[in-house]
Structure formats: C-alpha cells, structure tokens
C-alpha cells in the first residue's frame, strides 16, 4: 500500500479506538500496547516520509487517545503513559517536513498544552521548537500570556462542585481548573523561554523567595552558565537556601561547583567536590577531583582509606565494589563484619559475586549476613535463597585456607541446622 492507503487504515483504526469504551485490565493490556505500537509505526515510517503533513494530523490524533485511554485503561505499570510519551519524540521532525505555518502550528500546540490532562504533551514545546521558530514561539507565549490573564471564574457558592475531601475541606472543580491554568502557563512559557534561549524571562517564570529553593536556583544558575552569565550565577546559587543539611542536593551542588570554575575559583570549586564526595560518597564527584590532581595517585588512596572508615558499611562497600577497589571491599567486609545487615541484600549479593574470587571469606561473610537475617527472621520467601547461599558457602569454603577467628564453614553449618532445625520449609531446602 501507498502513504495514502496505509493513512486511511490508522485514520479508521485510531477512530475506532477513539470509540471504544470496554475497560483494557493488565491481562488486555499488552494487546493494546501492541495495537498503538503498529499505528505509531506506520505513521512514523511509511506515511511520514511521503506524506509529513499527514502523519503530523495523524499524530496529533493519536496522542489525543491519551484521555480516553487512560481513563479506561489499567496503566499502574505506566507503559501504556511511555507509549504516547515516545510518540511525542517523533513528531519534532515530522512536524518541519510538515512545513505548517507556525501560527497555526503554536495554536494546535495551544490546544494540546490546554488539554494535557495524562501528561501525554508533556516536553511538546521542546519537541516542536525547531517547527514553530521565533515566530510560532512568539505567537504561542502571546496566547500563553493571555490565559494567565484569564482565571477561571468562580461559581456561586451554592454551584460549586465538590470533587474530593482533603485535610483543609472540601476541593472544588474550580479551584482545581484555576490551578491547573496556572500551572499550565508556568510551565509553558519557562519552556518556551528555555526555547527562545531567553534566561531572563525563564527567571521572570519565579518569585524571588522560590528562585531561593535550591532545585530551582540550579536551573536558573545553569541557564545563567549557558548565557556566558557566570557571575550572576554564582549568586544565584550561594543565595539558596537550605532547609535541610547533610545530605548535599546534587543539582545545587554540581551548579555550584560549574559556577564557581566559571568564574575562575577553581580551589573552591575543588574544595566543594570533596565536600560532596565525603558527604555522599559520591564516586563522579571523586573523580571529577581527582582528574584535576594530575594522577595524584596518594590522594586517590588517601580518599578510598577514607570510604573504608565511612560510618554508613553498606554504603561504603557498594561504593568500593563499583569503584572498583575489591581489596579494599574485602578488607572492610572482614574488618566490619559484624555491621553487616542481611536484610540489604540487593547490596550484599553483588557485592559478594563480585568479591568471590578475590576473597572468598569475604563473600562468605557477606552470604552468612544475608543467611542469619533471614533466618533469625523468619523470612519464609527467602528460604530458597538462604539455602542457595548457603550452598555457595560450601564451594567457597574450599578456598579460604585461614577463617580468621570467624567460624570456619563446618561450624557455621552445623550451628545453623542445629539452630533452625524447627524451621522445616527452610530444612527441606538443605537436607
């Protein structure tokens, strides 16, 4: 079939979707994922390329499933959202062949901005940017800007509708409508801004108290960086406030350190990577600090000597697994033995695969965490794999020559069977 054929196959199958009002459970669900899948497909690859004006209309229509789709669809596991959300990423290119005239193109961007209820637009100005150029960019943020001048008008008291009960009373339609037009404007002309490469009007987007919210002092402060504005936005940065110590916010701190070299501070911006990697452990900030030492190979061993005394075990250990730094990782297993919590075992698995052949006492500690805690427990899902750790125990066991004072793995055996012999799903595991 030709462009025009297989266009006319996705026009009636998209509208006969559109129709369909029976409920999609999670078992029908693959069914539909497939169904969209086919349509997107031939739109992309066999109308697009003959026909780009089209399948752009096509592709509106097929994001515009999104609402009725969702409200009869089970979607807990989100992929049916990914699909209208990859469709999106294809209309950017599409949409220049197309060669619609921006005004008209910002309008039907307009209307789906308008109507995102399902997030399905969500990114769209970024997408069609190249489309809509200067002028379709113009002609959107104008009609963006009317909206925020147009709330939505309040009903008399006695027409309100209540929609939910929260903490404070009762939500009505309107309020929630109201918040949704702000929202929507918001975050359409940051997007915009964004498009434009205009920092200022990005910035205009926020109140001076939320441009002191770290997250958003960092957007700004890398838009700023962009702009080849480094001073303004080091001062944006050191201008946050934090709410909360300890634990350092990345995107702040990472703006931060991007400023601070921007401006030519560059031991400060050295003094905040270390700063953060004690803080978190942070591997890329580590290394970021170390590229800039010329090999400095005792600072390397300075800082690794200094995860293995980091008070957070598990953190440590996963951080000298990836780095990766197996001596180390063994040496802090067998030291701290003892701080091991089995229950984290989707930090001590790997980390005692990764340590098996390095040292086998290490791995064997790690699995006789995992297995004590499960056991001790009583965590009866776990059996199995306690039984199979414990199994790996007994290979491992041929290659440890010294235990070093912990039980050597025929002790650790018999003590385990001995002790939870009154578990009986767990017995049959290993008799």
């Known amino acids: 079939m030709g462009a025009p054929e297989v266009a006319k196959e996705v026009r009636k199958r998209l509208t006969t979707i559109a129709r369909s009002r029976s409920f999609v459970d999670w078992q029908k669900r693959d069914a539909l994922i497939r169904d969209l899948d086919a349509q997107l497909d031939a739109i992309v690859d066999q109308v697009a390329p003959a026909e780009p004006r089209e399948a752009l209309e096509l592709l509106w229509r097929f ?3 999104a609402g009725s789709i969702h409200e009869r669809c089970d979607d807990s596991s989100g992929r049916v959202g990914d699909v209208f959300h990859f469709a999106l990423t294809r209309m950017g290119p599409i949409a220049e062949s197309a060669g619609v005239a921006p005004d008209a193109l910002a309008d039907r961007t307009y209307d789906a901005l308008v109507g995102n209820d399902y997030g399905q637009y969500d990114g769209l100005i970024d997408v069609l940017a190249p489309a809509l150029g200067e002028q379709g960019l113009a002609h959107l943020k ?9 709330p939505i008008e309040r009903p008399p008291e006695a027409e309100r509708e209540v929609i939910a009960y929260g903490m404070g009373g009762p939500i009505y339609a309107d309020e929630m409508a109201e918040r949704s037009r702000v929202s929507t404007v918001e975050l359409a002309l940051k997007d915009i ?3 434009q490469g205009d920092v200022d009007a990005f910035i205009a987007q926020y109140d001076e108290a939320t441009r002191r919210v770290p997250k958003i002092a960092a957007d700004i402060a890398q838009r700023l960086l962009a702009a080849g504005r480094a001073q303004e936005a080091l001062d944006t ?3 946050a406030e934090h709410r909360h110590g300890g634990w350092p916010d990345f995107d702040w ?3 931060r350190i991007a400023a601070l070299d921007a401006v030519g501070q560059g031991d400060e911006a050295q003094a905040a990577r270390w700063s953060v990697f004690q803080r978190a452990l942070s591997a890329s900030h580590l290394k970021a600090y170390l590229k800039r030492l010329d090999d400095d190979l005792d600072a390397e061993e300075q800082a690794l000597d200094q995860v293995r005394r980091h008070p957070d075990v598990l953190q440590a250990l996963g951080f000298l697994k990836n780095w990766p730094d197996l001596d180390r990782a063994a040496r802090l297993v067998i030291e701290r033995a003892a701080e091991m919590d089995g229950d984290y075992y989707e930090i001590l698995a790997p980390a005692a695969e990764a340590l098996a052949s390095r040292s086998p006492l290490a791995a064997t500690l790690l699995l006789r965490a995992m297995i004590d805690f499960t056991l001790e427990n009583a965590r009866s899902k776990r059996y199995k794999h306690a039984a199979r750790h ?17 039980e050597t793995h025929a002790d650790y055996d018999a003590r385990i069977r001995d002790k ?6 767990f017995y049959r595991l290993i008799a």
């Open 63 to 65: 994001l515009g499933l």
């Open 142 to 150: 104008e009609r963006m800007i009317a909206l925020s001048n147009t």
């Open 193 to 195: 801004a964004d498009a």
């Open 237 to 239: 940065i050191e201008a």
């Open 253 to 255: 701190e990472d703006a």
């Open 390 to 406: 414990l199994e790996e125990c007994a290979r491992l066991a041929d290659a440890i020559d010294d235990f070093r004072g912990f």
């Open 420 to 425: 939870h012999r009154r578990k009986p799903s």
